[in-house]
């Protein structure tokens, strides 16, 4: 999986679990500590984030934070 790919995913795993626990995307900037300019750079994938964000965000959401890096229901695997 190539670093765009992978912010992709983590930008499309991170909107689907707010949406699933009824968080908008601007209360869980302000609940993970993280600024809305950050949250807006990770969902555009125009950012790569720290582990560190991935932690915070994990965390407001009340997931392990290897959910958000986790492939998607559907989604086609790489062959190596």
Known sequence: MSPADLRKLVA???RELAAKEGVSLNKLAD???ISRPT????LTSRS?????TIAKIADALGKHPSALLAPRDGASKRKR
């Not at 790569?48 to 560190?52: F, L, R, T």
Request: aromatic residues 6%; without cysteine.
């Open 31 to 33: 609940l993970s500590g």
């Open 48 to 52: 790569s984030v720290g582990v560190d």
């Open 39 to 42: 949250m807006h750079f990770l």
């Open 12 to 14: 499309a795993n991170v």
